[in-house]
């Protein structure tokens, strides 16, 4: 099984880091990688508390708890894995110059954006397909930085969208509670 996981890892990792390789996209995923990051992924969920109807207060509610428990279950997993990001082992990556003091497995960016993603999916299913294209962009961007494995990106593809699935089929009520209690939901 390991070897399988090795090979789709070579593979991808080929693909994205090496062979997409352009002056375009070494701006783009630069920057578009940065959505996904604990700064930008709180600060729009707290601009829906702030700045939204009742609805989005309540998706920048429910978005909030997402984020929490599922950057929780990616900081555990990191320390249980322990696996260390591919610019750290593997030869010839183009790694931008990004140097991460933390574990590489799972990504905490992916979980991020398809935390959020599938959040907005959840309450607002028209838009669907516009966020989780936009996350799903974060997750390459990781691998085209050098930064995370594919397996990486897939591990957190299924913890963010778990997450959000989890939170909004059983605590959701708890949520509007919570919503309720400190005034930003009727």
């Known amino acids: 099984m390991k070897k399988l996981f090795n090979r789709f890892d070579d593979f991808f990792i080929y693909i994205i880091n090496v062979k997409m390789k352009n002056s375009f996209f070494d701006r783009f995923m630069y920057r578009i990688t940065d959505l996904g990051g604990a700064i930008a992924s709180t600060v729009f969920s707290i601009s829906l508390l702030i700045f939204g109807n009742t609805q989005m207060r309540l998706i920048g509610l429910e978005a909030l708890a997402v984020l ?17 990001r591919p ?11 990004i140097d991460l003091k933390d574990y590489s497995f799972p ?14 999916a959840l309450n607002i299913p028209n838009i669907w397909i516009i966020v989780y294209t936009l996350a799903l962009i974060i997750g390459i961007s990781r691998i085209y930085l050098g930064v995370h494995y594919p397996t990486d990106v897939f591990a957190g593809i299924i ?15 708890n949520i509007q509670n919570i919503g309720k209690i400190i005034g930003i939901v009727n």
């Not at 929490?68 to 260390?84: D, P, T, W, Y």
């Open 68 to 84: 929490g428990i599922s950057q929780i279950i990616v900081q555990s997993v990191k320390l249980g894995f322990s696996r260390e």
């Open 87 to 97: 610019y750290k082992i593997r030869k010839h990556l183009n790694t931008f110059g």
């Open 107 to 120: 990504s905490g960016h992916t979980t991020a954006s398809f935390s959020i993603a599938a959040t907005i």
């Open 159 to 173: 913890l963010g969208v778990g997450t959000s699935l989890m939170v909004h089929y059983f605590l959701l009520e």
